[in-house]
């Protein structure tokens, strides 16, 4: 009988145990809705992870290596718990030295950012309606592109290129850009443009038509989707 009780106790304090290592191997991450261009051993794209109950828009970090049995989507931000054990020795030098397994997906959410990311034309900017390039005579377009956060367009005279600084969904905001130096002799439709990246700090989206707005709300520029 003492054999028998000592034997059930230590089963039940040996799964207590390999219970309490499982919790202590398994870490949970959020994966950012889009993988990105990354160097590891060679060119290739990396996963963006962070750490924490939050997300924070700012931390998301490359992760080289891939998640055993995580059937990732694009397009969706996942919170999921991932299980973290040692590698067998001997481990090649340019391998990472951890096995890395999904243990559960905890959430997935689309990607409210990703709404911006298409080619758009210019319809109105201020009190300037369907402003055209000075040589080409052609409808202006910028292309947003929400998951390497960058922007391109025309302003009518020139070309700019910048940094999508925030996006959350509903909070915009764009870096100075980087645009052309050539110097038309009407420059107002390049000046509103200009003004209105600058100055936007939020969107809506409604069938089709972008409207970059203020910090009172108000519509700087509008934007129809090319497709």
């Known amino acids: 009988m003492k054999t028998i009780l000592f034997l ?48 924070d828009p700012s931390a998301w970090e490359f992760f080289y290596i891939s998640i055993e049995g995580f059937d990732y989507e694009p397009g969706n931000i996942y919170q999921i718990k991932v299980k973290v054990t040692d ?29 911006i990311s298409n080619i758009w034309k210019v ?13 080409s005579k052609e409808a202006l377009t910028f292309e ?24 959350d969904g509903e909070t915009l905001s764009f870096g100075p850009g980087a645009a052309t130096m050539m110097a038309c002799p009407d420059m107002s439709v390049e000046n509103a443009i200009s003004k ?4 936007t700090r939020g969107y809506k989206l409604e069938k089709n038509q972008l409207y970059l707005i203020n910090e009172s709300g108000d519509t700087l520029m509008t934007l129809q989707a090319v497709d």
């Not at 481990?91 to 997935?108: F, G």
């Not at 319809?123 to 040589?135: A, R």
């Not at 209105?196 to 100055?199: G, M, P, T």
């Open 123 to 135: 319809t109105q900017v201020g009190d300037i309606e369907n402003p055209t390039g000075f040589k």
């Open 196 to 199: 209105a990246l600058i100055n």
């Open 87 to 115: 590698k067998d020795s001997p481990v090649p030098a340019d391998a990472s030295s951890k096995n890395y397994e999904l243990v559960e997906i905890m959430s997935k959410e689309s990607d409210p950012s990703l709404r």
């Open 144 to 167: 947003f592109n929400a998951s390497k956060k960058t922007y391109v367009g025309s302003m009518g005279c020139n070309s700019v290129r910048g940094a999508i600084i925030e996006n």
């Open 8 to 55: 059930l106790i230590s089963s039940v304090l040996g799964a207590v145990a390999c219970e309490k290592q499982s919790e202590q191997n398994t870490e949970t991450w959020w994966v950012n809705s889009a993988k990105m261009d990354c160097v590891g051993v060679a060119p290739m794209s990396c996963f963006q992870i962070q750490k924490g109950a939050e997300i």
